[in-house]
């Protein structure tokens, strides 16, 4: 595999696009952390009656939600339209990597934090 310039551009635009992930889920569970109370100091002897509940963690939920699913299907159709550019015969087909990472720009305006 060479590495010409459509495939660093193309890495670089994946890897923000998961780096952006990254950061939302490590916010995510900052948030969580802080919104914790802290544990009570333990009583000198249990008491009878009812039991704290425990909360649902709340990383378990998906972290991110689509805000529009007509972006996502406009963005793989781009990114389908550069792969086809990159396996054919076209007269375009070095600048395969235009329309993969204008795709990636686009799945990344598709999807957001969910909060």
């Keep these: 595999m ?4 459509g ?3 193309v890495v670089v635009a994946i890897a923000l696009f998961y780096v952006r992930v990254v950061l939302i889920w490590r916010d995510k569970a900052r948030r969580a ?3 914790v109370p802290a ?3 333990p009583a000198k002897r249990k008491k009878k009656g ?7 963690d709340p990383l378990e939920k998906p972290i991110l939600e689509v805000t529009s699913w007509y972006l996502v299907g406009v963005a793989v159709v781009i990114m389908l ?3 086809a550019m990159k396996t054919s015969v076209w ?3 070095e600048y395969w990597w235009i329309p993969i990472t204008f795709g990636i720009i686009v799945l990344n305006l598709g999807v957001r934090s969910r909060t």
């Design 39 to 41: 544990p009570p100091k």
């Design 91 to 93: 007269t375009f087909s």
């Design 2 to 5: 060479t590495l010409d310039t």
């Design 81 to 83: 339209l550069g792969v």
């Design 33 to 35: 952390k802080l919104a």
């Design 7 to 9: 495939t660093i551009i």
């Design 50 to 56: 009812v039991q704290p509940v425990k909360s649902a």
